[in-house]
């Protein structure tokens, strides 16, 4: 099991900020990836604004601290936390105007998902017993806004959260998770904006293809856990592999990954990192396909709740 070491997260920032190799004009959506792999973008997305926003560094490191002292000292939200979900739909064709069912499916799915009651969470195998986690965070429809446009893809440069480029201004950010569904396009099934960034710009983004379990939502990511995935980095878990080799994801309770595993491994996964401990693929934040991911960890569990206590980044939405 891994420590978790402030240190990690400034080794992190500073890697993160002075790694120039992607041109700030780029689109990540642009990359690709396999049809069949999960493609998340939201550690790219977050690099990319980092270079862009020099003071970010330090505020994402304020952060972590923060995040480290509410869980060493226990100063943890009181009572369960209901979050109000805006959805907003940009559709070019029918089929990307998904319906009030599809969306309230992915709604249900989170639900399940963050206090535990999804059918699988049974399947958490013996070694992971002890530490798999009841976040007893719900989430509520608030309000569905849908705009036509001519796009045929969004990307990843937030364009769909900007009524100027074409997109859905987000509504009360700062008290709503704003979730954006569209044609992302490049093989991204979603990304996340972390804890600290501009509220102009936060929430989550989901391609229409991946959201919620009937409609449009194709396997094997028609499980609705893209967003699972999704909403865990908006409240501040990072990939389970730490996104580098036998990386840190900043959480003590989780193994230590040699990177990304995708589509349903056999378990038990054997990691080659120090330990040669046994992975815990099945976590919502690792790659896997919808059917193979069904937990969170308690120390995840303490880190989400974390930036809901008074002080925290997310403290607004902890409030009545």
Not at 12 to 20: F, G, Q, R, V
Not at 116 to 137: E, L, R, W
Not at 177 to 204: E, R
Request: hydrophobic share 35%; with cysteine.
């Amino acid at each position: 099991m891994k420590k978790l070491l402030l240190s990690a997260v400034s080794l992190l920032l500073l890697i993160s900020c002075s790694n120039d190799e992607t041109n700030s004009s780029t689109d990540l959506a642009t990359s690709g990836a396999h049809k069949h792999h999960r493609g998340c973008a939201s550690h790219e997305v977050h690099e990319q604004q980092l270079r862009e926003n020099p003071e970010l560094a330090a505020k994402m490191q304020e952060i972590e601290r923060f995040t480290q002292n509410a869980i060493t000292n226990g100063r943890l939200v009181n009572g369960k936390i209901q979050i109000p979900v805006v959805v907003n739909v940009l559709y070019r064709t029918a089929a990307e105007n998904i319906s009030l069912t599809q969306i309230q499916s992915q709604i249900d799915v989170l639900n399940k998902d963050f206090n535990a009651t999804n059918s699988d969470f049974n399947q958490v195998p013996t070694v992971f017993s002890g530490v798999k986690a009841n976040v007893g965070i719900s989430f509520v429809l608030d309000a569905v806004y849908r705009k036509s446009t001519t796009k045929t893809s969004w990307g990843t440069r937030d364009a769909m959260k900007k009524s100027t480029q074409g997109g859905i201004n987000p509504t009360s950010p700062t008290t709503k998770l704003n979730l954006w569904v569209c044609t992302i396009g490049g093989g991204i099934l979603g990304y996340a904006q972390f804890p600290g960034g501009s509220s102009a710009t936060d929430g989550v983004v989901i391609d229409s293809k991946y959201l919620g379990t009937t409609g449009t939502a194709t396997a094997p990511f028609n499980k609705g856990r893209t967003a699972t995935h999704e909403v865990g980095h908006w409240m501040n878990l990072r990939h389970i592999w730490g996104d580098t080799t036998c990386g840190s994801d900043l959480v003590s309770d989780t193994p230590t990954h040699n990177t990304a595993n995708y589509g349903l491994p056999a378990f038990p996964h054997y990691s080659t990192c120090t330990g040669t401990p046994i992975e815990m693929t099945m976590n919502y934040m690792d790659y896997t396909d919808d059917a193979g991911m069904y937990m969170f960890s308690n120390g995840q569990k303490s880190r989400m709740l974390a930036i809901f206590a008074s002080g925290g980044s997310r403290f607004s939405f902890a409030q009545p």
